[in-house]
């Protein structure tokens, strides 16, 4: 990734920008105000006269903006850009992004909510209006949540034949088969799906429920149930659990 440098007398807007920049894993450089910044590169400046051919104007309380406007000019993205996601489904799936075929990056996940969190962060980092869902086909609840999911979210999506997405339990494992699933071409998906759990997979949220909570609690049916619909998450099911358990 491009090195970003950082030139300023405002400390506050310095401070905050590396703080942001560690967060987010960018590798930068803070050069003095008489230093001639590198020409490749991008350069942080709250000069709005800067004459480098990549500078992001900033200041203290437009931190975010900032680095959104990094990401696109080190992509080179825009609003035209179609970006595509690759997802390795599962209770804590992994996804890759690319455009063109270009992988830009990997995240591994711990939630759908999760996941769509950063779903969301990916189209406001990039300000792309055009986004394409790729979903393995395997773990089909929830392949079919996301699916649905992606469908409120006026995604575009397809489902991709991969087998051998995810061999093993390594996280690594399903971020390199989100990878491989951004890169496929699928069968593109016209509706939503209908979601029917079977037994074993309430039994599996059931279960879930118990590692989430350390042990604390096992949901019931009709809350695994919910949980399976897309209607609660695993977080609020618990929630819920315990409330009832209180009254």
Request: negative net charge.
């Amino acid at each position: 990734m491009h090195r970003a440098y950082i030139q300023t007398d405002d400390f506050v807007m310095s401070f905050r920008l590396m703080q942001r920049l560690r967060q987010e894993m960018i590798r930068f450089e803070v050069l003095e105000l008489e230093e001639h910044p590198p020409e490749f590169g991008v350069l942080f400046t709250d000069e709005t006269k800067s004459h480098h051919k990549s500078s992001i104007v900033v200041d203290a309380e437009n931190i975010d903006d900032a680095i959104e406007a990094y990401y696109r000019a080190v992509h080179q993205i825009d609003e035209t850009s179609l970006l595509t996601i690759g997802i390795d489904p599962g209770p804590r799936p992994a996804c890759a992004w690319r455009t063109d075929a270009t992988i830009i990056g990997v995240q591994q996940t711990e939630s759908f909510e999760e996941l769509f969190e950063f779903l969301s962060k990916l189209g406001r980092r990039y300000s792309t209006h055009s986004i394409q869902v790729k979903v393995g086909h395997g773990s089909p609840l929830h392949r079919d949540q996301i699916i649905n999911r992606s469908f409120h979210r006026g995604y575009r999506v397809e489902i991709i034949d991969e087998k051998s997405t995810s061999k093993g339990r390594n996280r690594h494992d399903h971020t390199k088969a989100a990878v491989r699933i951004a890169m496929k071409s699928g069968t593109l998906v016209f509706e939503e799906r209908i979601i029917q759990p079977s037994k074993g997979d309430l039994r599996n949220i059931q279960r879930e429920s118990r590692e989430v909570s350390e042990g604390k609690v096992s949901i019931s049916t009709a809350l695994a149930y919910s949980v399976a619909m897309g209607e609660l998450s695993i977080d609020e099911a618990i929630k819920k659990h315990n409330h009832s358990s209180s009254l």
